[in-house]
């Protein structure tokens, strides 16, 4: 491998075994207060008579993965412009090939010695695992081109359904699920990992190919036919065998296989599975170092197991939950690298360096051989804080992007090598910033704190589902199987350009108002024309559904340029709630009241519910998630009660991260479920019985939070059923839910519009399990990332098929 273009960052502790070592190690310690001076001295000794150094180079600074949409989302404009026909495949690989070398050059001028490299996506890396192993659906087979087949399994083409999609862990990050059934025949593919590898050897740069490891790609897998996925791991692991020797022969000398899922819980057959695993991997002959990424909690057994084998080194998240002492509990790391991830890569906030490197040197007790790293892929925050000029100066000060966060794994790399004094500065900034935090009087509102203390214990309760059921019927006079849709309508190209002109001063805020109600009518007259029963307003004023409501509530801060990938080309910028949240006025009630002004047909208030707000904003780290929870439902239930005080009789309160947020762990899910439901009850048991509460929930599985989905007590609760082929209504049956519910009739994250005979067959489905009187027909999702001409002639055919079920 060519040398590092950071050869400083080299000289680590690995490798040292002079008295200085020693001195410096100790002194760092003392100006630190470390755990224990003790341990880290002995842990000192321990490491130079024992260290085994492999053949790969060491590294001591590095990241787990990077963002790829583009700092000023060059990609997915690239995409969407490859989609549309306005480019061809050249000019977007063009495009990605510029957007990977800059951030190949980046990384190591930055600081870095590994550079992970086949981060990158078109849409997914789970669906590029696939592709890797051939693993594509057989319906996509007949496509020639392999860049529309890979796009066709992602969303679908004329009549291919796409593959289902559901949320990454406990991220707001979509994955592409992949189908394993009995005519799965893996075949590798190996050639993007290996393009990418040489692009990144020819820059310089030593690359760390990435990808996602067999137990996770497998346990993330849906069993086609009565498979389990896992009963092909034996077919899977000789082809991972095959691409170690490929990428090794290439020049790779490390190797990093991610496996997140070995923070879940897993049973003993599993664990053995990973140990035995790692065990065949690593006795593949002439194969690059393994480092296996575990990443978004504790690892536990499946820690052990790992280092009974003879990886090289494991990534471990220090972030969520893991500790040090699982570290020294498990003896036979002393010798294994540990990459640790002390370094947060899923929030924003500025590490407190002292107490990270307090971890690092007690880590140095227990191993001998040690990596500063994020915790997780960078993917999941912005790219810079260089954008961000608007900010309040203090509370930038606080923040941490990806590109800070690569600063901070070299500061913290540099202190370990060097000792302190080498970047003072740089932790004398870090300690002024924490401490104005923590003084800041926005994180303290002793207004907002009195009136939830203050909350009697039926602040959460409304009266019993029927008596609701009986007076809502009377007040809405609905037919059966209404149609209705979830919320948003397409965000209009005359829309972007009013918002850009608002940005740019060009018109005034009466003029921006004046269009958006313009654009009111024109959906109001749209859902009239097509004949919906309880139409929505379209929400043309809303940026996004969380940040929307972020901006008018204080203890938010929104970004100008902090967009993350949900999935795809959808990105979004999530708030940062950094205080103590306060509704000063309404939010929505003009313009929810504007549109039911131009119809006699109820119009849907759209509110986005606690949970959802919370699980898609970078969440403030100093005060529990259920405080910050209890906070935000009280603004939305002020909203719901001055949304039903205007006239409004339907308000939906939106849910879909509900799911997302569930704890990987069996022993912490009854805690989350329990204050999560209880917040979304605080937010919509203000209003009387007549007034009918609707939530949405979307792209997860839900089998596990069917209970709470039942507990949540909305009077209609509309749910992503298309991909997953109305399977979720049988799950909603058994956990006894005896309320109204819309199962989504189609798929609007895919461009095809679905005929009538297909919606009317998922109609008939869905009757099977939900009675007439209880079931509502709506789309999966909202329509803002749609065009206006397929939304209208999917609506059309919805509309249709529901008048002819009925």
Known sequence: MPDTPYPAATASWIGRTDTSASTEMIGTAKLLGLRSLVAVTRGFQHWRNTVTVTSATPFTATVLGVPRIGPRRELKRA????????????????????????????????????????????????????????????????????????????????????????????????????????????????????????????????????????????????????????????????????????????GAEWVQLDEPVLVTDLSDDEIALVRDTYATLARTPE??????????????AALAALASTEIEAVAIDFTRGATVEDVAA???????????????????WRTDLDDALATLGTL???????????????????????????????????????????????????????????????????????????????????????????????????????ERRKVQRERLDLPPLPTTTIGSYPQTSAIRKARAALRANEIDTAEYERRMRAEIDDVIALQERLGLDVLVHGEPERNDMVQYFAEQLDGFAATHNGWVQSYGTRCVRPPILFGDVVRQAPMTVEWISYAQSRTDKPVKGMLTGPVTILAWSFVRDDQPLADSARQVALAIRDETVDLQGAGIRVIQVDEPALRELLPLREAAKPDYLDWSVR??????????????????????EFGEVIGAIAALDADVTSIEAARSRMEVLDDLNAAGFHLGVGPGVYDIHSPRVPSVQEITASLQAALKAVPADRLWVNPDCGLKTRGPIEVEAALRNMVEAAHAVR
Not at 337 to 345: Q, S, Y
Request: overall charge negative; proline content about 6%.
């Open 79 to 250: 995409i969407e412009s490859y989609w549309a026909g306005r480019i061809d495949a050249a000019e977007l690989h063009s495009v990605a090939k510029s957007l990977r070398t800059d951030q190949l050059t980046a990384l190591p001028a930055a600081g870095l010695d590994s550079v992970p490299v086949g981060t990158f996506s078109y849409y997914d890396q789970v669906l590029d695992t696939a592709v890797l192993f051939g693993a594509l659906p057989p319906r996509v087979a007949g496509i020639e081109d392999p860049l529309d087949r890979y796009f066709a399994a992602a969303r679908g083409a004329d009549s291919i359904e796409p593959l289902e999609m559901t949320k990454w862990f406990d991220t707001n990050y979509h994955y592409l699920v992949p189908e394993i059934g009995p005519e799965t025949s893996f075949a590798l593919d190996p050639e993007k990992p290996l393009a990418e590898l040489r692009e990144a050897l020819a820059l310089d740069v030593p690359a760390r190919p990435v990808v996602v490891g067999p137990l996770t790609f497998l346990k993330l897998a849906k069993g086609i036919d009565g498979v389990d996925p896992l009963s092909k791991l034996d077919q899977l692991v000789p082809l991972y065998q095959e691409l170690l020797r490929q990428l090794a022969a290439a």
């Open 287 to 300: 194969r690059p170092a393994l480092l296996v990424a575990t990443y978004f909690g504790r690892p536990g």
């Open 364 to 466: 140095l007790g227990s191993t001998g051989k040690l990596a500063v790293s994020t915790s997780s892929s960078l993917l999941h925050v912005p790219y810079s804080l260089d954008a961000e000029s608007d900010l309040d100066a203090a509370l930038r000060s606080w923040l941490a992007f990806g590109e800070e966060k690569v600063t901070e794994v070299r500061v913290l790399a540099t202190a370990l090598r060097d000792g302190t004094e080498a970047v003072a500065d740089e932790l004398s900034t870090a300690r002024a910033a924490l401490a104005t935090r923590r003084e800041d009087a926005r994180l303290h509102n002793e207004t907002v704190r009195s009136r939830l203390a203050s909350l009697g214990a039926d602040a959460d309760r409304r009266a019993p589902a029927e």
């Open 330 to 348: 498990v003896p036979a790391l002393a010798n294994k690298l540990i990459v640790a991830g002390v370094v947060n890569g899923r929030n924003v």
């Open 679 to 700: 917040a979304f009850r605080l937010a919509t048991s203000g209003v009387s019985d007549a007034t009918q509460i609707h939530t949405h929930l979307c792209y997860s």
